[in-house]
């Protein structure tokens, strides 16, 4: 009888952040689809947060959402100078039950960005994933 | 389990303090034991509640207050659970008691970061968000509290005005207490004009970053009757967690943690929310102070805002919240934080709160959070 593979080998594959933002810098979102409930969460999660099941399957979903919050940050973390003012905002993904956060560059006052823009990602870098009005 | 009593209580001041962190913590330390009338040598075991050790070039706190206290041998814990460690390092102790592993035992808090500076600790506070999805992308503290400002203030149709009342309140209470951080009476014009940390909160809207320990001594009621005749009783006791990212979350405008703590408090003590007298909350920002007392069941979903304005959380109103000062004027060293607002309700419910006195108070409610309320943490007392 072959062995059960180990419980940490079967985690390890769900370390994914790199491929998480490889397709953010396609502008896709890298979701784990609970396979037993269909229960949406970002790649960062090892059990299943409404049944908790440990198997998933990969959904990649389009990064357009519309603006849900955001903050124009001012007095910035290390590394972010450069950017002020900047915004950081929360995003609701079209057509999924599932929010993702980023940068978004170039807002000076909330004129800018009223509640509910059409937003999309469009990248990562240094500033995290970067998220631009539609 | 055992009845667990709180006997004595102890603070330094809170603001930029120049002694070190062992000292400091020390301070407090030594104010509790002799506000309990105790020797430290009855102590079974220490609790200690620190997250940014390392600005001061001292982390493992634990052995070194116990040593210095003159009990090397008593057993210690230290403690990070980010803005929330003081009331996560109570609780530790608080089931240590309750269970019968010690008589009395020791809960300080402390922080020291004032001598970093802004950057450092605008920059260090963010590692403790959930890194990779809100510091890794620009988000500071103010700026996630913000995001849930600007959520609130769209669902709720509140104002900036509104968050202001929050912190003129808070600066009217501190006021009262010699160990506030912030002792200024500010006004809704001087929040409004103060620079824009993370919009739509300005800097008046954000509490402070202050160096200060707070201790206390907590004890089976065996032990609390024969050292004392003025102590507290714990009756509720709640911890609870919520999604770490605020992406994780259906709703940005409450805070799931201090629903579930809330919900375990009142059960174990049986009662309502409507049966407290007092409260001292997590108001790191005004948006804060708003979120909290509708997550507590004193208001509901929306109508925090109406409350403040009719003045109902001031000192003289039907619920005074935060009679210390809060966050907000009396300070957030951040391992302290969730200790000293033990100490608060220790002070109202033992006749030691002076001007700041909550009348004929007899039930207090603490309520203190890590992260944007991530973790959580609620505790109720009572006078005996």
């Known amino acids: ?134 | 389990m055992e009845k667990v009593c709180v006997i004595g209580a102890g603070s330094t001041k809170y603001g930029k303090l120049e002694d070190s962190i062992t000292d400091i913590a020390l301070q407090a330390s030594v104010d509790a034991i002799e506000s309990a009338g105790i020797e430290p040598k009855e102590i079974g075991a220490g609790y200690i509640s620190n997250v940014f050790g390392i600005a001061d070039k001292q982390v493992h706190l634990g052995p070194l207050i116990m040593s210095n206290l003159g009990i090397p041998e008593a057993p210690s814990l230290s403690i990070e659970s980010a803005c929330g460690s003081g009331s996560v390092s109570f609780r530790e102790a608080y089931a240590n008691v309750a269970a019968g592993f010690y008589d009395a035992v020791l809960a300080t808090g402390v922080e020291k970061v004032t001598h970093t500076g802004t950057e450092w600790t605008t920059t260090y506070f963010s590692y403790c968000s959930d890194f990779f999805y809100e510091g890794g992308a620009g988000a500071s503290f103010p700026g996630l509290f913000a995001s849930m400002a600007r959520a609130y203030l769209a669902e709720f149709k509140a104002s900036e005005e509104d968050l202001a009342l929050v912190a003129v309140k808070n600066h009217d209470n501190g006021l009262l207490n010699p160990k506030a951080h912030l002792r200024k009476k500010i006004t809704v014009d001087d929040v409004l004009q103060s620079p824009v940390v993370a919009s739509p909160l300005k800097l008046y809207d954000c509490c402070p970053f202050s160096d200060g320990a707070s201790a206390v001594i907590i004890c089976n009621e065996k032990f609390a009757k024969d050292h004392s005749k003025n102590y507290i009783e714990v009756i509720g006791s709640g911890r609870g967690g919520s999604p770490a990212a605020l992406q994780g979350r259906e709703r940005i405008t409450t805070i799931p943690s201090t629903k579930i703590a809330a919900q375990a408090a009142y059960k174990m003590a049986g009662i309502t929310p409507k049966d407290i007298d007092f409260a001292e909350v997590h108001d790191c920002f005004t948006i804060a102070e708003l979120v909290d007392i509708e997550d507590l069941g004193f208001f509901e979903k929306g109508r925090a805002v109406e409350a403040v304005r009719q003045g109902r959380t001031r000192l003289n109103g039907d619920i005074p919240i935060n009679p210390s000062g809060g966050l907000k004027s009396k300070g957030h060293p951040i391992g302290a934080t969730g200790i000293g607002q033990i100490v608060e309700v220790f002070d109202q419910l033992t006749g030691k709160a002076a001007e700041r006195t909550v009348k004929d108070a007899k039930i207090g409610l603490t309520h203190n959070f890590g992260a944007t309320g991530a973790s959580c943490a609620v505790h109720i007392f009572t006078s005996v």
């Not at chain 1, 999660?45 to 998933?56: E, I, L, P, R």
């Not at chain 1, 990969?58 to 003012?85: D, H, R």
């Not at chain 1, 978004?104 to 240094?126: F, N, V």
Request: aromatic fraction near 10%.
């Open chain 1, 1 to 134: 009888m072959q062995a059960a593979p180990s419980t940490y080998s079967q985690v390890y594959k769900l370390l994914a952040k790199d491929e998480f933002i490889n397709n953010a810098k396609l502008g896709k979102v890298l979701a784990r689809k609970c396979s037993k409930c269909g229960h949406l969460h970002l790649v960062t999660t090892y059990f299943c947060q409404n049944c908790g099941n440990k198997a998933f399957e990969n959904a990649i979903i389009e990064g357009k959402g519309a603006v849900v919050t955001y903050t124009i940050i001012t007095v910035p973390p290390e590394g972010y100078e450069k950017y002020v003012p900047y915004a950081w905002v929360v995003m609701k993904l079209d057509n999924a039950n599932l929010r993702i956060s980023g940068f978004m560059g170039g807002i000076k006052s909330p004129a800018d960005l009223p509640l509910g823009t059409k937003a999309k990602i469009t990248g990562y870098d240094e500033r995290g994933i970067i998220i631009e009005k539609l």
